[in-house]
């Protein structure tokens, strides 16, 4: 799982070398975040932008550590190409949520890579369920980290975009099913348990119990 993959070494040091600069240049840092105003006005390249800025060194290490931890069981599966694919579907599904939600909210800003994160984390507990994390398997923590998140966004908990990492947990859980249909004949409980806040969240939006 701790393998360090060439792909990886190239989105951490994207993340790494574009916050950085965000850091230094805060004209730079404001032209690419995410920004609700903004990309409704047609600034759409925020949508990916965003995802390769960080709040500070600390924001930008714990997302690249928890990529560095779960990015090679998702490479050693499905390969190279469909990592990155998996990478950047999750960071879009995670800022259309929060577009969605936010979508009358034109100051709403948010920056990180947890959306994309997120998404492979998501895929690593698909393609491997009882994938070990703090102790806890995989799914019982995929689970949890998404019913938490639902709960950080009807409570608005902390200066973290929720909506993104469920977002992005989304696009993961989406693209492995769509790239290794096999799951749904050797996982189809656990694509079933993980799918369970995804369809709470649908309910409580639908009932209008999510605000």
Known sequence: MYNLDIVTIVVIAANTIIS????DDRLFFERYKFNVGNIRRGDQVRMISSGFL?????????NMFTLFFFAHPVIDKLGNFNFVLIYFASLIFGNLLSLYFHKDEYWYSAIGASGA????????????PNLSINFIPGYLFGIGYLLFSIYGMKKRIGNIGHDAHFGGAIGGYVITLILMPSLFQTDLLYIG??????????VLHKTGKLN
Do not use: E, M, R
Request: glycine share 6%; proline share 3%; aromatic share 14%.
């Open 54 to 62: 960080h709040a500070d060194i600390k924001h930008l290490i714990f």
């Open 20 to 23: 950085f600069k965000g850091f």
């Open 193 to 202: 348990l993980l799918a369970i806040p995804i369809i709470i969240l649908f």
């Open 117 to 128: 994160v997120t998404g492979v984390l998501y895929s690593a507990i698909l393609l491997d």
